[in-house]
């Protein structure tokens, strides 16, 4: 039954003639292999690297951070749905068929290599890597200065002669597939620029470069990026650099995602361009009730209509809101409905969520509002233990902010059991499914209160619970692993995230409701999107083969039926990348059909557009 509910897109490429006595197979899958970079023993979460309380030199305190270029790989490969898998060697034995099956067939199209130094690893055999690419025609993108190994230096034709400091720009060297449209000299993110003090103290490595292979970049007279082509069908690339700070420059990122394309032969991926979104939290709080700081009336249906659902109408916009599905009635001392309540609170003011959740339930209906879960209260599980909440005066412990975070213990300086945070989440899920009629995909934990150690872990919780993302930016959830942290938005990788105006709550949209709607002359361009279309690209389980003897490229677009729900009545579109070699080949593309179809080339490029709908969908690529 599983397989009968898949979203599977099929392209299928007819080509005129295949001469070249290369690869036989080139599945759409990479094998991302590591040393001890990935810090969880169980192989599950990936988090931003623990400084390591060593001194640069640079600054008074020891601030150096541990590797950070495995967490940004996995973002990267899932921002842009690329299929793969990690095989770490600080606990498995390199083994051939880790890369190819029983009867001696690649199961990856290419192998990103990212295996540092260390003590710690199973004594690899490195020739296993020699054979995959020089015989099997597997391909290989290697990292920086995760090269050391001298079997991984001979397959991509370098010598590898150590790193040091330079501030120098990189640039293209020459025209290539790999470096076409590559800004010269790259340039950092705006957003990372000064966190990395513009490549001050970057480190650049130093290689010979050997007989038949290319150098496509060059910082100063030094090569850091270089390709080499073998008759099996393996290319080889080499992206140098600092580890640490690579990826802070979308060049490099292009190059990578490029390279990824040239090694494997075709590519299908995801980019985001000029798209926002845009989130506001705490609709059915308790807090706007009891905690002086944050005391204010709940959004009225009239609110909401004039001054949120009228300007996203108007401007074919999406908010993300945050809701809370329970209240704590303090009266009866116990957990109810928020939805359900209209009263007057101590302050005298009136709290009529009943209101409310009929401009809400307008805004759903209209599509402009999009359904997320800021949990079940808002508010610590325990009230009642010293100094307890209730019956507290309003200036008094009602006054401790610490009361309202739920994930978190921030009043009594402790974490959340992990069973009592995770019915507290899947609770919270299933009232806002019934109160909204839409299962809420992204979890965010109120006021950020979490728990951060490894077995009450907020963030590994959220996953567990069902949810596709975790907080604005803490990232993604999924039963394959849990990435807490997130970079690069507001670039191709990843949509910008933006609090709703005037300060991200609905608390701003009370004391100053005309501010909402400037934010859409503050991005002209942007388009405002549901955070649930997000998760479903980054869900999506694709898959594919190039078989040499059917001359057939084919495709799947796995569509989850939970996380990838948006697209069930939504359109989407994935871009489709040729090698130029294989381009040679096989010749242009004449045309495009989808579900017998034919796509206009002039309008659609080579993005893939996918119709609604949970089905199979046959995409048709003939050259």
């Known amino acids: 039954m599983k397989h009968l509910i898949k979203v599977v897109i099929i392209v299928i490429i007819c080509f005129v003639s295949f001469t070249t006595e290369s690869f036989a197979v080139k599945p759409f899958r990479v094998l991302v292999v590591i040393g001890d970079q990935w810090e969880d023993p169980a192989s599950y979460m990936v988090s931003r690297p623990a400084t390591t309380g060593e001194y640069s030199g640079y600054s008074t305190y020891p601030e150096v951070s541990g590797p950070n270029d495995f967490h940004q790989l996995m973002i990267l490969l899932k921002s842009w749905g690329i299929p793969f898998d990690v095989v770490r060697l600080d606990q498995q034995f390199l083994d051939r068929h880790m890369f190819i099956d029983m009867d001696g067939n690649p199961i990856y199209g290419t192998i990103i290599w990212n295996v540092n130094e260390s003590d710690k690893l199973l004594h690899p055999d490195y020739s296993i890597m020699q054979e995959m690419v020089k015989d099997q025609g597997i391909g290989l993108i290697a990292l920086s200065d995760r090269i050391s190994q001298t079997e991984i230096q001979s397959v991509l034709g370098l010598k590898y002669m150590g790193s040091w400091e330079s501030n120098k720009e990189m640039e293209p060297a020459g025209k290539h597939f790999l470096t076409k449209g590559l800004k010269s000299p790259f340039m950092v ?16 490595q130093r290689v010979e470069v050997l007989d038949g292979t290319e150098v496509l970049v060059t910082q100063g007279s030094y090569p850091q990026a270089t390709a080499k082509t073998y008759k099996s069908g393996g290319h080889a690339v080499w992206i140098g650099n600092d580890y640490n700070n690579m990826f802070n420059y979308q060049d490099m990122r292009t ?3 490029r390279s990824i394309t040239w090694t494997i032969g075709y590519n299908l991926y995801k980019t985001w361009e000029n798209d926002i979104i845009m989130i506001m939290d705490d609709p059915g709080g308790v807090q706007n009730a009891w905690l002086e700081h944050w005391h204010y009336p709940t959004l009225t249906e009239e609110l909401i209509e004039e001054h949120l659902i009228r300007p996203l109408v108007n401007n074919n916009a999406i908010l993300n809101i945050n809701f809370v599905a329970g209240f704590v009635n303090e009266q009866e001392k116990r957990l109810e409905p928020a939805w359900n309540q209209n009263f007057t609170d101590e302050f005298g003011t009136r709290q009529d969520y009943i209101s409310g959740k009929r401009g809400y339930d307008k805004g759903v209906k209209l599509g402009v509002f999009e359904v997320l879960c800021h949990g079940l209260t808002h508010m610590q599980p325990d009230l009642v233990s010293e100094p307890g909440w209730y019956g507290a005066p309003l200036d008094q412990e009602k006054a401790e902010v610490g009361w309202y975070r739920e994930f978190g213990d921030t009043r009594r300086h402790k974490e959340i059991p992990a069973a009592e945070q995770l019915w507290r989440m899947k609770t919270a899920k299933q009232w806002i499914t019934e109160q909204f009629g839409v299962i809420p995909l992204q979890f965010c934990a109120g006021g950020n209160g979490a728990s951060i150690s490894y077995y009450n872990n907020t963030f590994k919780l959220a996953a567990k619970a069902g949810f596709g993302w975790c907080g604005w930016t803490q990232g993604y959830c999924g039963t394959d692993m849990v990435i807490i942290g997130w970079d690069f938005m507001g670039t ?17 949209i009370v004391r100053n409701p005309e501010e909402f709607a400037k934010i859409f002359s503050q991005y002209p361009q942007g388009r405002f999107m549901s955070i649930n279309e997000f998760i479903g690209y980054i869900h999506t389980r694709n ?7 059917d001359s057939k490229l084919t495709l799947s677009v796995d569509y989850d039926p939970h996380y990838c729900q948006y697209f069930g009545k939504q359109t989407s579109a994935w871009n489709l990348e040729i090698a130029d070699w294989l381009e040679k080949e096989t010749g242009k593309i004449s045309a495009i059909k989808v579900d017998g179809k034919v796509v206009s080339l002039s309008s659609s490029g080579m993005k893939i557009p996918v119709p609604p709908g949970t089905g199979a969908h046959k995409i048709e690529v003939e050259f």
Not at 189 to 204: F, P, Q
Not at 494 to 505: E, Q, R, T, Y
Request: charged residues 25%; without cysteine; negative net charge.
């Open 189 to 204: 993110d705006e957003v990372t620029a000064t966190d990395i003090s513009y490549g001050t103290h970057l480190k650049r």
């Open 255 to 257: 190059l990578l995602r």
């Open 492 to 508: 191709s990788e990843s949509p910008l995230i933006v609090a709703a105006p005037p300060d991200a709550h609905d608390f701003g």
């Open 543 to 549: 898959s594919g083969v190039w078989l040499k003897d």
